[in-house]
């Protein structure tokens, strides 16, 4: 029997001294064997940097690499670079994966001759409870266009650590994450999907992924948030736009109109300035500018998200109408 390909696990490490231990064990753990387990110090300040050292001295198949702090992305270029494995995965140094992680994405992308595999993850608080239900993902494969339109659609989640990548993706298509962005694999992930032939998933729960009030989830907004947010939007339509089979790709305008809502949603949890009210504007005037293009995948969907347009007129109103659909929903 031919041996398994090696496969990468990327971790790019921050300050998170605190759950480094957990991540990393969990790795270790995992029932295919033959990893090469690459963990980035982007310029820790804490003890993150020791707990890398010393894991490196006590397995052969784990590297420590240290570099000045550049973000997440600049950590996640750099462990590509290192990568020599025939396949990538990457794992947030606050999350952990279940044990048979890699091991089901391996096999699902192998049986179904995919470029890229998909699970679906149990997302929890730091007291361990579960926030939100999962997405859930396709039953059959799909092309890689196709994840696209699909992904779109349903609005699922562009986060990078539930897939396993075949590594020749990064490689032929020049694909590197932006420096000093956040929302940095929003238009990764799509390129990644696009040059994909295939996609296969699963909805089994094989990533653990932790919500914390200092992560960019928890974070509020900010003027670099609004920007960094934009331009990934912008980097996928532009991305798209330049393709032969853009006209495939029906759900953008709607992808790019639900996320500027989400965008609204940020700014109606801050209290208004200047500049809030600004971005306010802009972003109801793109909304406007949008919706008369987009292609809603029903007509509830269409009917919501008029809806939400209408009531954005009026921040004060929207702002609380929101606040209150938070506290019922316990969100």
């Known amino acids: 029997m031919a041996a398994k390909p090696l496969i990468s696990i990327i971790v790019p490490v921050y300050n998170v001294e605190a759950y480094l231990r957990e991540c990393i064990e969990s790795i270790l753990a995992q029932t295919y064997q033959n990893l090469e387990i690459i963990l980035i110090n982007d310029g820790s300040t804490d003890q993150s940097e020791n707990i890398l050292n010393d894991y490196a001295k006590r397995f052969k198949n784990i590297k420590a690499i240290h570099q000045k702090h550049g973000g997440v992305s600049s950590a996640r270029n750099t462990g590509i670079k290192h990568a020599s ?27 179904n001759k995919a470029d890229i ?3 679906s993850f149990t997302s929890f608080s730091e007291e361990k409870s579960i926030l939100k239900n999962p997405p859930i993902w396709p039953a059959k494969p799909l092309s890689g266009h196709n994840a696209i339109n699909e992904s779109m659609k349903h609005k699922r989640p562009a986060y990078l650590p539930l897939n396993l990548f075949r590594a020749s993706l990064f490689r032929n298509g020049s694909i590197s994450f932006p420096v000093g962005q956040e929302y940095e694999d929003i238009a990764a992930k799509i390129k990644l999907l696009y040059y994909a032939k295939k996609v296969a998933f699963t909805n089994q729960k094989l990533y653990m992924y932790r919500i914390r009030k200092d992560s960019i989830t928890g974070k509020k907004f900010s003027a670099s948030r609004y920007r960094d947010f934009t331009d990934a939007l912008r980097d996928v339509r532009e991305f798209l736009e330049k393709s032969t089979d853009q006209a495939k790709f029906i759900y953008l305008n ?50 919501i998200y008029t809806l939400i347009m209408i009531l ?17 929903s316990g969100k």
Do not use: H, Q
């Not at 009210?277 to 293009?293: M, N």
């Open 85 to 111: 494995g025939e396949w990538i995965s990457f794992v947030d140094p606050d999350d952990y994966a279940k044990n048979n992680f890699v091991e089901t994405l391996y096999e699902i992308a192998i049986k």
């Open 117 to 119: 595999s998909t699970c």
């Open 254 to 303: 709607y992808f790019e109109f639900y996320s500027m809502v989400t965008l609204l949603n940020y700014l109606a949890r801050e209290k208004k300035t200047p500049d809030t009210k600004k971005y306010w504007r802009e972003i109801r005037k793109k909304l406007i500018s949008v919706y008369r293009k987009t292609t809603f995948p029903s007509t509830k969907t269409k009917v």
């Open 312 to 328: 954005s007129a009026s921040r004060p109103f929207y702002s609380s109408l929101y606040k209150i659909s938070k506290k019922t």
